[in-house]
């Protein structure tokens, strides 16, 4: 049997979701004459602790006099557990059945050419965080509510702040004509002013640790507390809302995360069944204090591979003066290849629909590589066409290895790309260390989270107000952490009672990152008081290091089984790869799972068929495109088409100008003083410097407070002391270029004194650890 793509109109960019549904269409047009109108949408959002449930509902109504077949596309966050779908349809609900793909299409076209009502819900073939939901025979003046639900882990950012996010932008995804994918067909648009739905959602957030505050980037109401101990406390969305951006939700706890364990009964004994659901689940939350450590050797290739497509050249955000992608791209390239420590090798790759490479292979980082490096660097565009990672990606790992430098690869994209588990495939083959980027609103998270899953990495999204920089050198910081080794989890139970691991193995931990571990506890449960121990251990540089959390072996009951569900998620996710790459001896597995659980996967769908109408739908199905809504005069874009159907708009060309020319870096004087270091942490007294530091270049040299001392040391020290006195609050972007050149200088007291005076700083000379 072959699997058909039931989405006529595919790609839709600026997709509105509410916990997983699409929000930003409005109707579903009949030849321009009446809509079907989608009256509401309401999100219930539940978080506690780190863990989100999410509850959403869209209303439609059939004002048309014949029958309607409807599709859906929406993103999701490729971490959301979806565990539940069902239609409310005139007062009746419908659960729906989480059955193998091939079936659930095979139930539903039977259902239709029945002319009975059916739903069908699955993620798209090539990418995990693409939904298509098709609602057949919805009958004139019938009323439908469609209701998805699905629990998700939240990330914790490096401050200890929780975030989440409502998927809001379903970017137009690169894809070739030849591929069966819901994102791989044209639609209609419609001004964002025309939706005429209303969209309301509200937030419960509760936690022991109490909660400090809630913010968003779009207008909430004022967070109102639910009781005294401020444990708990609810938010919702003010209405209004414009469909322009994602929600985001930044969640600030009172007291620092601590390492937890909950465990959560399993199905009643009473219940046959078998699998996942039977027994108790644990999930064990560590946050290792992995000390800061030196290496003693830094060694490396550093490969950066950066996304040149037409896309690139949109804002970062929606917000007043995002700075463009592309624009933000070369600026972290800067910082990056700054930053490299000397004796290393490196390569820069721009892709697109072609890719181009900095060097033939990856060279030695010397002065001269990296001034080439960075002339490249400011001749940079996003003039590549559409978005192939594959290509360039297999280039780079058939690259002869250098011996004794191994590969990292930092890959920034948008990622609009259709195809992610043939790129995330290719990764995972290659074993190397990988950091991801997703760029800009509606970045695939699948591509993004999945691509560092599989490498040992770690992934970012930059959105909003973020600085692609600071995340950048965060990810470059932890490549050149010395290596956390044998890395291992153990239990102390009762006897009789054993834990078996359903998270894979972990090989790589990084300062400042949380680890979260999925179990099943099999055998003989203890009384109600006995306790359980689960110890983590690892080395560092020759040191034994480990984290133990005691913890009551009493499970507590979920109608939802919040924690099974998570924990069969965490196993999909190494498992699955995809309706189609998937390889055989994991399908099975994977079938298994998703059908014990309940939790979708490539190999499963949702279907449900109302069976209680007395009789067929009536009259011919009419198929009905639903429109994707543009934002008018957003960043004055003028469409292109170009190959593979990737849109964005003509891209803006800069005049040239010098290395450190202001043509390129504007007013930007961090960025100019970066780019005026030298490779080895140096930099030199010239014009330029001198500029940025407000002062003529006589006066620099004048200035130099020790006989015969080397020029380049008092300007190296001048240029530490600006960055402290005017970038503190950037220290993350430049901390790493720094240290490379107090590593030259060798500082001395005298010199950072005199260079504070001639400055007028403020600086204390005990932070240069004198």
Not at 413 to 436: A, H, L, P, Q, Y
Not at 478 to 500: F, T
Request: one cysteine or more.
């Amino acid at each position: 049997m072959t699997l058909t793509c039931h989405c006529p109109f595919g790609i839709l960019p600026h997709a509105w979701l509410a916990g997983g549904l699409l929000l930003k269409f409005v109707h579903l047009l009949y030849s321009g004459l009446s809509p079907v109108p989608l009256k509401s949408i309401s999100v219930t959002l539940s978080i506690r602790e780190f863990v989100a449930g999410v509850s959403a509902t869209l209303n439609y109504e059939n004002e048309e006099e014949v029958p309607l077949e409807t599709f859906f596309v929406f993103p999701m966050d490729e971490d959301s557990a979806v565990y539940s779908f069902e239609a409310e349809i005139d007062g009746k609900k419908i659960k729906a059945e989480l059955k193998d793909k091939r079936k659930a299409h095979s139930i539903y076209e039977s259902a239709l050419s029945n002319r009975r009502q059916a739903f069908l819900l699955e993620e798209d073939r090539y990418s995990r965080d693409v939904f298509c939901c098709n609602v057949g025979n919805l009958h004139p003046g019938s009323k439908v509510a469609l209701t998805l639900k699905y629990v998700q882990e939240l990330p914790l950012e490096a401050d200890g702040t929780l975030r989440y996010v409502l998927p809001a932008v379903l970017n137009p995804r690169y894809c070739r004509s030849s591929e069966d994918s819901c994102l791989n067909m044209k639609t209609p648009v419609v001004p964002l002013e025309e939706l005429p739905y209303t969209f309301s959602m509200i937030a419960t957030i509760s936690s022991q640790h109490g909660i400090e505050r809630i913010q968003s980037n779009c207008p909430f109401s004022p967070m109102e507390y639910l009781g005294d101990d401020k444990t708990s406390a609810q938010v919702s969305l003010t209405e209004g809302h414009k469909f322009d951006r994602d929600v985001e939700l930044l969640i600030y706890y009172r007291e620092k995360h601590t390492p937890s364990v909950a465990v959560e009964m399993g199905q009643a004994k009473d219940n046959p069944v078998d699998g996942l659901m039977k027994d108790p689940s644990v999930m064990v939350c560590f946050y290792p204090n992995i000390p800061e450590v030196e290496s003693p050797v830094i060694c490396g290739e550093f490969v950066f591979l950066m996304d040149r497509s037409g896309s690139m050249h949109c804002p970062i955000s929606k917000q007043d003066k995002s700075q463009l992608r592309i624009e933000a791209a070369k600026e972290t390239l800067i910082l990056l290849l700054k930053s490299l420590p000397i004796g290393c090798y490196f390569n820069v790759y721009g892709f697109g629909t072609s890719y181009e490479a900095f060097f033939p292979n990856s060279v030695k980082y010397t002065q001269q590589t990296m001034e080439e490096a960075l002339r490249r660097v400011q001749l940079m565009r996003a003039d590549l066409g559409g978005t192939e990672i594959l290509t360039p990606l297999q280039i780079i790992y058939g690259e002869p290895s250098i011996p004794g430098h191994p590969l990292q690869l930092f890959i920034f994209t948008d990622g609009e790309v259709t195809d992610t588990f043939s790129v995330i495939n290719e990764v995972r083959r290659n074993r190397t260390k990988c950091f991801s980027f997703g760029i800009g609103e509606g970045a695939s998270t699948s591509l993004i989270k999945g691509i560092a899953r599989v490498a040992g990495g770690t992934s970012e999204f930059i959105t909003g107000k973020a600085r692609m920089q600071s995340k950048a050198l965060s990810a470059l910081k932890r490549a050149l952490q010395p290596a956390v080794e044998d890395i291992s989890v153990s239990w102390d139970l009762p006897r009789g009672l054993s834990a078996k691991m359903l998270s894979p193995e972990q090989t790589v931990l990084y300062r400042g990152q949380r680890l979260i571990i999925y179990a099943l506890l099999s055998g003989t449960m203890p009384p109600a008081d006995a306790t359980g121990e689960v110890c983590l251990k690892y080395m560092l540089q020759g040191k034994s290091f480990e984290n133990r959390v005691t913890f009551s072996l009493q499970p507590k009951p979920d109608d939802n089984f919040t924690i099974h569900r998570l924990a069969a998620k965490s196993f999909l996710q190494t498992k699955d790869m995809g309706f189609r790459d998937t390889p055989a001896k994991d399908k099975k597995d994977v079938l298994k799972v998703s059908i014990d659980c309940g939790v979708i996967s490539s190999q499963t769908a949702f279907i449900a068929v109302n069976k209680s109408l007395n009789k067929p739908v009536q009259g011919p199905l009419a198929r009905r495109d639903v429109p994707r809504p543009i934002l008018l005069g957003a960043a004055s874009m003028i469409p292109r088409f170009y190959g593979g159907g990737e849109f964005y708009p003509i891209p803006r060309f800069y005049g040239g100008g010098g290395l450190h020319s202001n043509s390129f870096f504007g007013d930007n004087h961090l960025v100019q003083l970066i780019s005026l270091q030298n490779a080895d942490g140096s930099w030199y007294p010239d014009e330029n410097l001198a500029g940025i530091l407000g002062r003529s270049l006589e006066d620099l040299l004048a200035a130099i407070p020790v006989k015969d001392a080397n020029s380049s040391s008092w300007a190296t020290v001048l240029a530490m002391v600006w960055l402290h006195s005017n970038a503190k609050q950037m220290k993350c972007e430049w901390e790493l270029l720094e240290k490379k050149a107090r590593t030259w200088i060798r500082i001395h007291a005298e010199l950072v004194k005199a260079a504070i005076a001639f400055t007028k700083s403020s600086v204390d000379p005990a932070i240069f650890a004198l």
